[in-house]
Structures are given as structure tokens and as C-alpha cells.
């Protein structure tokens, strides 16, 4: 019955944003209201220990909220200067082969910048590239949406995974496990590992998709035959993403592997290896299907073009890879300045409101400040911005981050109020609201949890258009479901992340913005069902690969 009580937020969160396409920023606060409500009426919480700990929640979110708004930054402030468009420009002279140019532009340069900014920049960036070089507008939201799915994880400078650890941070310490950095090395190679392996299948369903749906012949050899080059640059991404993934930590994988791989891709492309000899075509534009075009002019991306050198337009990019290498190897000895809980490094609160939250907050750690927020200024003089320039840069960002931040701020307060409903904040004698709820999703699934657990991070993603939002909501509940059933919790919570990530493909939010980036409002529910068959197909492997594993009785911290 408790069980039932608890999960009301979440429940209306669902109905509210699938149902009725409330956005999360409206949704979100409507949850922890109603979480709020349910601690004090039915948990037996006080009305000051309710304010602290949704306090403490806020100030939680602000590691995130910082990371988004400086990637957010970066983008911004290269669409500004003209590096982003000279970027763009380099890709054009690659390769005719729209598979080839799929493969480089969709997924490659989609998860370098999901990398390095992520929260739905790649699609809007890669796919109205791909639309340029002759793309049906709706294959080429298609290719962008379910592409950018391995890559996610890892966004961002590694937020969803870190956003996973850190909401499990305090169960990790409660059940005594000291090195808690090895355990968040460790989730992130366990969300690597599958990730990799789905990485050149997912390709090639997009490429089969793409070939199908909106070739001039519909045959499948077309698929077929990129299959060599498919694996090529699959293996280019994904040796370094898992060498990144095993040994540097979340920040890296799809940053450096997307950055190595679009070398070898790029090279291996413009020298024709591996690329089919025969060559696919969309129809001519005049036999398109009406759905496939542009019904509106699409969302101006407002891309600066001063004619700057690509290789000036990547150094800041450069710059960003270098500060995340010089900071997070601990061999180096930055590490162990910046990543401390004490001042000047750290801002730190024990108490509010006399409630112990013990909160801080490691901002010369964050990478929205060092190096976004850092390099963002360097891009000033280093591309001659001007005044208006960097001003309109910054105001864009602001008004991009500011449903972001309302979701979040809301959303991990909903969460914190969730683990902190416990017996020891409470005068009911009960468990917190997660542990309920956890309880009722192991009772009533038991040994299946594991079918479920993807799912789960599926339709956090699905709810909210984030990964890390997903995280943010289900991740604690992820872990307590997995104590409760015995099940290794690092896999689980693996399972978590990649759900977040594959959910990518099919979320309201991302499909809106892909179809009114392209112009081609009004077909979000075709592009929805296209992008169905991936995410079903991710699900599945990912639950026959880690699941397989916790059948097998494999638990990597046992």
C-alpha cells in the first residue's frame, strides 16, 4: 500500500509529461510538491526537516546545472566565433556516400560533441549538416536521434554516470565500501562494456533503417556492404572508449574515442578504404514522400562564418582535452588539489535550518567551471570575438539552461526527499520512500528486475529528455531494488545508465526538438515509431549481455 503512496510523484510525473507533454520543467516541480505532501501526510515528516532537505537538493543540483551550462557555453560561443561552422565545413569534402557520411557525421562528430556538451546538442548540430549534404530532413533527425545513444553515458564530460554515482554515493558509504572512486571506475567500464559491444550493431540497424526507409532501391545489400567500414570505425571509437572508460574515469570515453575516431574515419574515408565500391542514392527530391521534407524552415542554428582555419576552430576543444587529462590522471598530483571537500577548493554547509545535510560543493573540480567555463573566455581573444558576440553567446546559454535547471533543481530535490524520508527523519517509524518503493518493484518482480532495469532508465529518459535526469530520478531506486534482491548493484546501475542513454532515441523532448530543428514539424509520431525498433533492440542486448552476467552469478565488486 506504502508502496503505492510513494510512487504517486513519479506516476503523475509520467502522465503529465507522455500523456499531456507538460515539459519537465513544469512537471518536475508538480512531483516534488506532491513527494513533499506525501512526506509530511503519510511519512510523518516535519514541515523544517521537509524544507532542509529539499534545500540540500537544490544546492545538490548545482554540480550538474554548472557542467551543462558550461558546455552549453562552449557550444554556444563557437557558433559565435565561426568555429563551429568551419567545423561543419570540414565535412563536407569527406565523402559522397551518404552511408560513409552517416557514419562520420552522425555518429562520430554526433558523439564527440555529445562528449563534450551533450543534452540534445549532437542531433541539433549533426543533423541539419546531414540535411546540407542532401539528406531527406526526417532520415537525417532519424540517423541523429538513434546514433546518439553509445556516446551518452559519457556526455557532457561524463554527467549521467557521475550524476548515477554520485545520487548512490551516500549507500555506497553506508554499506562500508571506502574506495568509493574505484566503484565509479568501475560502473563506468560496466556501462562501457555492453555499450561497446551494441556500438557497431546500433550502426548498422541505423544504416539498414536509413537504406530501407529512404533509399532509391529500399534493398538491404546497401546495408550489406558498408558493413566493413562499419566495423572499422566502430573499433576506432570503441578502444579507446573502453581504454578511457577502464582506466581515466566517465569524463573521457566519448570525448577522446569520438576525437580519434573521426581521424581515422575521416582519413580512411577521403582514401576510399573500406568504402563499398558501389554507391547508394536517395531518390531525386521531386520523388520524396511529402513526410520526408521540410514543412516548416526549421530552427535557425545561427551559425557565424568568418572563414576561420578548422584547426583554429578545434583548439579549444583541444585545450578542454588536455585540462580533463591534466586533472583527473591522479599520477599528475592536480587531482588530489582540486577534488576536496575543504576551502578555497570547496564550499561546504553541515546544517540547515539545524538539519544535518552536510553538503559540498567541489567547485574547482567541476568541469563546467575548469575548463568550459575557463576556455569559453580563451575563445574570446583566440578567435577575435567581439563584444556582441560573446554577449549573445552568453544570453543564449542562460536561456537554454533555464528549463535544465528548473527540472533539476526540482527533481533531485524530489529524490533527496525520497532518501531522506527515513526512520531517522521521520515519526512514522518507517523506511524512506525509496526503500518502499524499491521493495515493492523487487517484490513484484523478483529474478525479472533484471528485463526491468533498462526499461526503467528508458522511461526516466523518455519522461524527462535527459539521461541524466533519468539518473538523477532512478538511480538510487536502482541500487536499493538491487540490495534488496541480491542482485550485483554496479550492474544494475550500469543497466541504469545505458536505459538513460538508448532512451535518447525515442523521448518527447528530443523528437520535438530533432523534428523542429529539421522542419519537419508534424511528423514526430513517424520518426517515434522508426526509432522504436533501436531502442527495443538496445534494451535487449543490453539486458542479454549484463544479464547474462548476473545469471551467470558474475559481480564485479563481490
Not at 530501407?212 to 567500414?229: F, N, Q, R
Request: one cysteine or more; aromatic letters at 10%; a neutral charge.
Amino acid at each position: 500500500m506504502y508502496a503505492i503512496i510513494a510512487f504517486i510523484p513519479i506516476i503523475v510525473t509520467v502522465i503529465v509529461m507522455a500523456g499531456f507533454n507538460w515539459p519537465a520543467k513544469i512537471a518536475l516541480p508538480l512531483a516534488w510538491l506532491l513527494t513533499a505532501i506525501v512526506c509530511f501526510a503519510f511519512w510523518k515528516m516535519d514541515l523544517i526537516t521537509i524544507a532542509a532537505q529539499t534545500i540540500a537538493g537544490f544546492l545538490n543540483s548545482i554540480d550538474t546545472i554548472v557542467i551543462i551550462f558550461g558546455a552549453i557555453l562552449i557550444m554556444n560561443t563557437l557558433k559565435q566565433s565561426g568555429g563551429m561552422s568551419a567545423i561543419n565545413k570540414m565535412f563536407t569534402t569527406v565523402s559522397d556516400d551518404p552511408r560513409i557520411q552517416m557514419i562520420i557525421i552522425g555518429f562520430m562528430f554526433g558523439a564527440f560533441i555529445e562528449g563534450a556538451a551533450g543534452f540534445g546538442t549532437p542531433a541539433a548540430l549533426a543533423a541539419p549538416l546531414l540535411i546540407g549534404l542532401g539528406f531527406p530532413p526526417l532520415c537525417a533527425a532519424m540517423c541523429g536521434l538513434i546514433l546518439n545513444s553509445t556516446p551518452v553515458p559519457y556526455g557532457a564530460v561524463g554527467t549521467p554516470t557521475n550524476t548515477a554515482f554520485n545520487m548512490v554515493s551516500s549507500e555506497l558509504a553506508a554499506a562500508g565500501i571506502t574506495d568509493t572512486e574505484a566503484w565509479k571506475l568501475g560502473l563506468t567500464k560496466w556501462a562501457a562494456i555492453p555499450s561497446a559491444i551494441i556500438c557497431p550493431i546500433i550502426i548498422f540497424v541505423t544504416v539498414l533503417l536509413m537504406v530501407k526507409m529512404y533509399g532509391k532501391d529500399k534493398s538491404t545489400k546497401y546495408a550489406i556492404e558498408v558493413i566493413p567500414y562499419i566495423l572499422m570505425s566502430a573499433v576506432a571509437f570503441c578502444v579507446p572508449y573502453l581504454i578511457c572508460a577502464a582506466f581515466l574515469g566517465p569524463e573521457f570515453p566519448s570525448l577522446i574515442g569520438a576525437l580519434i575516431a573521426l581521424v581515422i574515419c575521416v582519413v580512411t574515408a577521403k582514401k576510399g578504404i573500406l568504402v563499398p565500391k558501389t554507391k547508394f542514392e536517395f531518390p531525386d527530391h521531386s520523388e520524396w514522400d511529402e513526410h520526408w521534407k521540410a514543412t516548416t524552415a526549421g530552427e535557425e542554428e545561427d551559425l557565424v562564418d568568418v572563414g576561420m582555419s578548422p584547426v583554429l576552430a578545434w583548439v579549444p576543444y583541444g585545450i578542454i582535452a588536455i585540462i580533463l587529462v591534466v586533472t583527473r590522471i591522479p599520477q599528475i598530483g592536480i587531482k588530489g588539489i582540486l577534488n576536496v571537500t575543504t576551502a578555497p577548493w570547496a564550499i561546504s554547509i553541515s546544517h540547515i535550518f539545524g538539519v544535518e545535510v552536510n553538503w559540498a560543493w567541489k567547485w574547482a573540480w567541476n568541469p563546467g567551471v575548469l575548463p568550459f567555463i575557463i576556455v569559453a573566455f580563451i575563445i574570446i581573444p583566440l578567435h577575435k570575438m567581439k563584444g556582441e558576440q560573446v554577449k549573445k553567446a552568453w544570453k543564449t546559454t542562460f536561456s537554454m539552461v533555464g528549463g535544465a535547471a528548473i527540472a533539476l533543481l526540482f527533481g533531485i530535490a524530489m529524490v533527496q526527499l525520497f532518501k531522506m524520508s527515513g526512520a531517522a527523519y521521520n515519526n512514522s517509524g518507517m523506511d524512506s520512500m525509496l526503500i518502499v518503493m524499491a521493495n515493492g518493484l523487487a517484490d513484484l518482480f523478483g529474478s525479472a528486475y533484471i528485463i526491468v532495469a533498462p526499461i526503467i532508465g528508458v522511461i526516466g529518459a523518455f519522461i524527462s529528455g535527459s539521461a541524466t535526469v533519468s539518473c538523477t530520478l532512478f538511480s538510487t531506486l536502482q541500487y536499493a531494488a538491487a540490495v534488496r534482491l541480491g542482485l550485483p548493484t554496479m550492474l544494475i546501475l550500469a543497466m541504469q545508465v545505458m536505459g538513460g542513454a538508448m532512451g535518447n532515441m525515442v523521448c518527447v523532448n528530443n523528437i520535438v526538438s530533432a523534428c523542429a530543428t529539421c522542419g519537419t514539424v508534424g511528423s514526430e509520431g513517424r520518426l517515434m515509431r522508426s526509432d522504436v525498433i533501436p531502442c527495443l533492440i538496445y534494451a535487449a542486448l543490453t539486458v542479454l549481455i549484463l544479464g547474462g552476467l548476473i545469471l551467470a552469478g558474475y559481480n564485479p565488486i563481490a
